[in-house]
């Protein structure tokens, strides 16, 4: 069956960088795209980036353009986030999500387990 | 970007109501809404895409409708497990923008 798993939790300091790997199982790795999408605590989700997992091409949002790097590793069916110059508002549960087609549209249809990440000093 | 707005934010229902959310994108996204469950500590679990159909392994209770920019998710009978968090989502557009949710919580 499809699964998405992430690593642990994380604290971090202020100014530091974290990144959090996405293993996934069950299916050809390469054949969907995987996104990773953040929520802080009582926040909407917030998408952050995506990886063609076939060729490696990275699109991120604007808000964390600078800052967030998506990486994947095909031997080991793995995608990565790197977030760097983390800040207090950065804490939050980090999700990646697989992206599938169905019908015309594009849609989550499985997600890994979520990562805690706390900054703090 | 485009703004996902729902409403309510939150509301309190018995087993059993029939309960419907909405939510309204700040422009036209046609047909390109999804909806999301998440229950507490765990990831969204997708319910409906492309406005009213149906995720594999939903219950029919679950329904969707809507298109342009106003759309509605509707629990015809709510069940104890449906008490969650739910999330609409376009997918239009890049960046694939989420609503704040809408908390369904016993009554």
């Known amino acids: 069956q499809v699964q998405l798993v992430q690593s642990g939790a994380e604290v971090k300091k202020p100014g530091a960088s974290v990144k959090v790997s996405c293993k996934t199982s069950?299916?050809?790795?390469?054949?969907?795209?995987i996104h990773w999408v953040r929520q802080a605590p009582g926040q909407r989700l917030e998408w952050m980036g995506w990886i063609n997992t076939g060729n490696g091409d990275t699109k991120y949002s604007q808000k964390f353009q600078g800052r967030v790097t998506i990486t994947r590793d095909t031997s080991a069916s793995t995608a990565y986030m790197e977030l760097s110059s983390l800040r207090s508002e950065d804490t939050a549960v980090y999700y990646c999500a697989r992206d599938v087609e169905y019908r015309e549209t594009y849609v989550y249809d499985y997600w890994g387990q979520g990562t805690l990440v706390t900054v703090s000093s | 970007d485009i703004q996902m707005t729902q409403s309510p934010s939150s509301l309190s229902a018995s087993v059993g109501d029939r309960v419907t959310i909405t939510c309204r994108a700040s422009?036209?996204?046609?047909?390109?809404l999804n909806w999301y469950q998440q229950k507490a500590g765990k990831p969204p679990k997708l319910l409906i895409y492309q406005s009213s159909s149906l995720q594999s392994g939903v219950p029919s209770r679950f329904s969707g409708s809507g298109s342009g920019t106003d759309f509605t998710l509707t629990i015809s009978s709510l069940q104890p497990e449906d008490f969650a968090t739910y999330y609409c989502?376009?997918?239009?557009?890049?960046?694939?923008?989420f609503g704040q949710g809408t908390k369904v919580e016993i009554k």
């Open positions: 422009q036209s996204i046609s047909s390109y």
């Open positions: 989502q376009q997918s239009n557009s890049s960046p694939r923008t």
């Open positions: 069950g299916y050809s790795f390469r054949t969907y795209a």
